[in-house]
C-alpha cells in the first residue's frame, strides 16, 4: 500500500472537511479521526506492534487533549466539566491499554467515544 499516497488523499481530505464548518462539526471530525486511531491502536496491540502502539495512543492523547483545551469550563458548567472528566479518563485508560497491552481497555474507550460522538451528532441535529 502506499502510504504516502494514502496520508495526502487524508490530508486533502481533512482541510475540505474543516474549512467552512461549525465548532460541532470540527468536533465531530475530530471525534471520527479519534476512533479511527483508536481502533489502530486496538489492532497494533493484538499484533504486538509496540511502537506503532505507543505511537497511536500519542495521537489518541493529543486529540483528547486537544478537545479538552476548547472546552470553555467557566460558561459550560457541569456538563462541560464531566466531559473533561471523561476526555482525561479515555486518556488515562488508553494510556493504561498500551502499558497492560489489554484491548478490552481499548475497546472501553471506544465504546465511550461512541456515546460521544452519538451525543455531539445529536447537538448538531438539534442546531441545523
Known amino acids: ?20 464548518a461549525s465548532p460541532v462539526q470540527l468536533v465531530l471530525v475530530l471525534m471520527d479521526g479519534l476512533l479511527e486511531e483508536v481502533a ?18 500519542n495521537k489518541c492523547i493529543g486529540l483528547l487533549n486537544g478537545l479538552s ?3 470553555d469550563l467557566d460558561a459550560g458548567g457541569e456538563v462541560v466539566t464531566n466531559l473533561a472528566r471523561l476526555y482525561d479518563y479515555c486518556a ?19 465504546g465511550l ?8 451528532q445529536g447537538v448538531q441535529r438539534a442546531n441545523g
Open 1 to 20: 500500500m502506499d502510504y504516502d499516497a494514502y496520508r495526502n488523499y487524508h490530508a486533502v481530505n481533512l482541510e475540505a472537511q474543516t474549512a467552512n
Open 40 to 57: 489502530r491502536v486496538r489492532a497494533h496491540i493484538e499484533h504486538k506492534r509496540y511502537e506503532q502502539k505507543g505511537l497511536g495512543i
Open 69 to 71: 483545551s476548547a472546552l
Open 92 to 110: 488515562l485508560r488508553l494510556n493504561e491499554a498500551g502499558l497492560r497491552l489489554e484491548t478490552a481497555m481499548v475497546d472501553e474507550v471506544a
Open 113 to 120: 467515544l461512541s456515546t460521544l460522538r452519538e451525543g455531539w
